[in-house]
Each structure stands twice: as C-alpha cells, then as structure tokens.
DNA sequence: TTGTGTTTTATTGCCTCC
DNA sequence: GGAGGCAATAAAACACAA
C-alpha cells in the first residue's frame, strides 16, 4: 500500500505493450498476466486493473461514440436503426423503446431503406479515436470480439455495428438470430421482451426490408401476416421484371439483384483481401520507407492501427495507378476522382459494394472526426486526436508523395498474395 | 503561476460463474 | 466460496487557458 500510495504512470514502452496486448486480447489469462508482469515489471495486479480499466475506456467510448452518432443520425433526420432498438430522446440520452413506436414502415420513410444502409452502418465502427483505431490492425480473437469498436473494424471483418442483413439470413431465407456478440458490445444491453424484439425482430425486419427492396411498399400489409400460397405463374409478369431492372440499376447492391451473384463473389473474396490488406499495412507501416528514406517513425501501437487507413491507402495507389484493375471487377463505375478523395470508403469492398450509398452520404467515420473535432465536446480527447490527425496527416502527405517504385512493389505483393489466395 | 478540467491509476464493493 | 470482471470512486498526473 505505501509504495502504490503514490500512483505510477506506466512508461510508454510498458503502455504499447499493453496495448499491443489487449488489442489481441482483451481477456488475458492468468498465465498471459503473469508473463506480461514480468516482462514489463509490474505486478499482475496492476496488468488486471489495467486491463480492466482498459476494458471499460473502450466501452465508455463506444457509448460515446454511439451517443454522438445517434445524434447526427437525428439531426439529419434519420430514425436510429441499428438493430439495437436504440433511439433518442430529446435529451439525446440513448435508450431503448418498445418497438410499437417504431414502426417499420416510418422508418423506411424517414429513408432508412435509402439511406439508412449507408456508410454510416457500413463504417458504423470506424473509430477515428485512437484506441479504435488500433484495434482494427489486429486480428481480435478475444471473447468480446468488440469493436473497436471494434470497429470492430475493417480488418476484423467482425464489425459490433455491422448489421448485414446478410449474416442474419440464410440461404433459403429464413432468419437467424442477430449476432447478440455484437449486440453486446454496444454496451446496451436489454433485456427480456426488449431485447427480444430489438435485437432478433427487428435485425428481421431490416433483413426482409432489404431483401424486398422497393417490393416493400408503405401500403403493404404487416410483415407478419401469411398469405395463400403464391400460384407459379404469379412472377411471371414483366412488369415486375421490368421494375426489377429499373431498381437493380439503381441499387446494384442489392442482395436480389442480377448481379448480386457476381457482388457476392466478390465479396468473400474482398473479405481475404481485407484481411490481407489490413496486414501487408501493418506490414508496410513498419517496413515501408518513405521518399525521403527517413525510416518510418510510427510502427508503435497507435500507428500500426493506423496503418489499416493506410493499408487502404495503399489499394488506392493500387486502383490509381491502374484504375480499371479494382473498381472494374466489381462492374461499379466509381468515379476516380472520387475514390481518391473518399479512398477510404471507396477502397473498402464492403463500401465498393454500396457504392451509390456511400456517395449518397458521406461516411460516418468522417463525420464523427469532424464533429469530434469541430464540437469540441471532449476537450481532451480533441486535443490529443487533434494532435494525432495533424501527425497522421502529415504521414499522409508523406505517404501519398512516396516513392511510386515502392507502391508498385506493394502492389505486386498484393496480387501475388491475392493469387494465392485465390 | 494558478485554477480548472481531463486522463490515468489504484482501490473497493458488488455481481456472476464455476 | 473463490476467482474474475464490472462499476464507482478517489486521487495523482497532466494539459491548458487566463
């Protein structure tokens, strides 16, 4: 107690250590605490409180994180929408609601159909904070999985906020449970009849909304009510093709469109490559030099989570120097222009995928930093993110002016790799 | 330099699970 | 009942504006 009275302020070496291992793994076991104790001179003691209060800067932040959405998502008018039953009171106080106030068909007419599966699901995750951010440069094999949120991120591909319906419904259509995993991690957690209807009906819900697509019409009868069996020759009719045409052209993302089946091919391969990208990053933000061969300064923790940004980056160059090479298989004409400046969203597959909705309304990632930012409503958080947007700003630029030669080699890494995985 | 706000660390009590 | 985790709290350390 005498020598604790005083409290220690861990070193930087012993705080990356720790970070690098929470971001592997939140839940370290007796053994895992006992060794770190060791390496970093601490007692075991102290590594569980960290890791503990670890755990619980994440959550905090997640709750911030959700709360500050929550209302921007208001502000511009669209109902929360997250499978999570969560909406907010005028207060902006998060809570959840009994689901006979949010009727589906308001809010598909508020525009979730149209919007609400926007980047702002998509990236839902996407801390720009920096514990978040560092997340997402590890594979997290821990129970929680979370987030960071994540994300939690791209690398993870196991997004706490990410509410495909896809993952919720299987081949022949029939509905699985909602991941409940990351239902959790959004540091809500209802009970009863509420989490019944908030996390399974309405990930439901949402999940035949988006497979009806427009069928889905606000003078339709209830989602729950049967129906007489449907003749063969019932869809049949062109009319119905044709209207089918119309709005896949519109919305080629959609899980019945025609080229859906190609989107989807994709997209268990971008998954690898995702992942694989996410590493040849964490890679690169450790052993790439920039133009000026100044050795890269940032593969401690923090940087090699940015370095998934980077990482996208990277496929940027990629689809840059060769723009018909990415956004061509994906039979998406995404402007070039626009994939540099939005190369984020743009190089994530996921988003690729979604293209038209991500034009549609600007990323949710980028949002959250400008209002962290412009709000200045977490003094400190702001200065020090402040802080480290100006440095990972200034790594940018570095970036982008690097050596050409170095992003090819990357760039043929990458194809090597994907061919493999292939 | 000082006051104030924020972050980090340590402690404690309660709860859940085995 | 013990172990581990969570949440609340206190206080030191830190950052920053006036």
Same mark, same amino acid.
């Given at each position: 107690?005498?020598?604790?009275?005083?409290?220690?302020?861990?070193?930087?070496?012993?705080?990356?250590?720790?970070?690098?291992?929470?971001?592997?793994?939140?839940?370290?076991?007796?053994?895992?605490?006992?060794?770190?104790?060791?390496?970093?001179?601490?007692?075991?003691?102290?590594?569980?409180?960290?890791?503990?209060?670890?755990?619980?800067?994440?959550?905090?932040?997640?709750?911030?994180?959700?709360?500050?959405?929550?209302?921007?998502?208001?502000?511009?008018?669209?109902?929360?929408?997250?499978?999570?039953?969560?909406?907010?009171?005028?207060?902006?106080?998060?809570?959840?609601?009994?689901?006979?106030?949010?009727?589906?068909?308001?809010?598909?007419?508020?525009?979730?159909?149209?919007?609400?599966?926007?980047?702002?699901?998509?990236?839902?995750?996407?801390?720009?904070?920096?514990?978040?951010?560092?997340?997402?440069? @590890?594979?997290?094999?821990?129970?929680?999985?979370?987030?960071?949120?994540?994300?939690?991120?791209?690398?993870?591909?196991?997004?706490?906020?990410?509410?495909?319906?896809?993952?919720?419904? @299987?081949?022949?259509?029939?509905?699985?449970?909602?991941?409940?995993?990351?239902?959790?991690?959004?540091?809500?957690?209802?009970?009863?009849?509420?989490?019944?209807?908030?996390?399974?009906?309405?990930?439901?819900?949402?999940?035949?909304?988006?497979?009806?697509?427009?069928?889905?019409?606000?003078?339709?009868?209830?989602?729950?009510?049967?129906f007489d069996t449907i003749p063969p020759e019932a869809f049949e009719c062109q009319?119905?093709?044709?209207?089918?045409?119309?709005?896949?052209?519109?919305?080629?993302?959609?899980?019945?469109?025609?080229?859906?089946?190609?989107?989807?091919?994709?997209?268990?391969?971008?998954?690898?490559?995702?992942?694989?990208?996410?590493?040849?990053?964490?890679?690169?933000?450790?052993?790439?030099?920039?133009?000026?061969?100044?050795?890269?300064?940032?593969?401690? @923790?923090?940087n090699c989570r940015k370095g998934t940004k980077h990482g996208f980056d990277g496929?940027?160059?990629?689809?840059?120097?060769?723009?018909?090479?990415?956004?061509?298989?994906?039979?998406?004409?995404?402007?070039?222009?626009?994939?540099?400046?939005?190369?984020?969203?743009?190089?994530?597959?996921?988003?690729?995928?979604?293209?038209?909705?991500?034009?549609?309304?600007?990323?949710?990632?980028?949002?959250?930093?400008?209002?962290?930012?412009?709000?200045?409503?977490?003094?400190?958080?702001?200065?020090?993110?402040?802080?480290?947007?100006?440095?990972?700003?200034?790594?940018?630029?570095?970036?982008?002016?690097?050596?050409?030669?170095?992003?090819?080699?990357?760039?043929?890494?990458?194809?090597?790799?994907?061919?493999?995985?292939?």
């Open positions: 107690m005498e020598k604790n009275k005083k409290r220690r302020l861990k070193t930087p070496a012993q705080l990356k250590a720790l970070e690098d291992f929470y971001n592997d793994n939140k839940y370290p076991t007796e053994e895992m605490k006992s060794e770190l104790a060791d390496e970093l001179e601490l007692t075991e003691k102290q590594i569980s409180g960290w890791f503990c209060h670890r755990r619980l800067k994440d959550k905090k932040m997640l709750n911030d994180e959700v709360c500050a959405n929550g209302r921007q998502d208001r502000s511009s008018g669209v109902i929360q929408d997250r499978g999570s039953g969560l909406v907010q009171d005028s207060c902006g106080s998060t809570k959840h609601v009994h689901y006979r106030y949010l009727d589906p068909k308001e809010v598909e007419s508020h525009g979730l159909y149209n919007h609400g599966f926007s980047a702002a699901d998509i990236t839902y995750g996407h801390k720009n904070h920096r514990y978040a951010e560092n997340d997402s440069a @590890t594979d997290n094999t821990s129970s929680e999985s979370s987030s960071s949120l994540q994300d939690r991120l791209l690398c993870q591909g196991q997004d706490p906020y990410d509410m495909e319906p896809s993952s919720h419904v @299987t081949p022949n259509g029939s509905l699985l449970p909602p991941n409940t995993k990351g239902a959790n991690n959004m540091g809500h957690k209802p009970s009863g009849y509420l989490k019944v209807k908030g996390e399974i009906e309405h990930a439901a819900i949402t999940a035949v909304k988006k497979q009806l697509g427009k069928h889905y019409r606000e003078d339709g009868p209830l989602l729950s009510v049967e009319i119905a093709d044709l209207a089918n045409e119309a709005y896949y052209a519109a919305n080629p993302a959609l899980p019945n469109s025609p080229e859906v089946s190609a989107v989807k091919k994709q997209s268990s391969l971008s998954s690898r490559y995702d992942s694989y990208f996410t590493k040849i990053s964490s890679q690169d933000s450790q052993m790439v030099r920039d133009s000026t061969g100044e050795a890269s300064a940032y593969n401690n @923790t923090k496929t940027r160059y990629d689809s840059g120097s060769n723009p018909s090479d990415h956004y061509e298989e994906n039979n998406l004409v995404v402007n070039q222009t626009d994939s540099l400046l939005h190369g984020y969203e743009n190089s994530n597959l996921k988003n690729v995928q979604r293209g038209e909705y991500v034009k549609s309304k600007p990323s949710n990632s980028v949002h959250k930093s400008q209002v962290y930012l412009d709000t200045g409503e977490r003094r400190g958080l702001n200065k020090r993110m402040a802080k480290e947007e100006k440095f990972d700003g200034d790594r940018k630029i570095k970036k982008q002016y690097r050596d050409p030669d170095e992003v090819r080699v990357l760039t043929n890494e990458m194809t090597v790799c994907c061919r493999d995985a292939i």
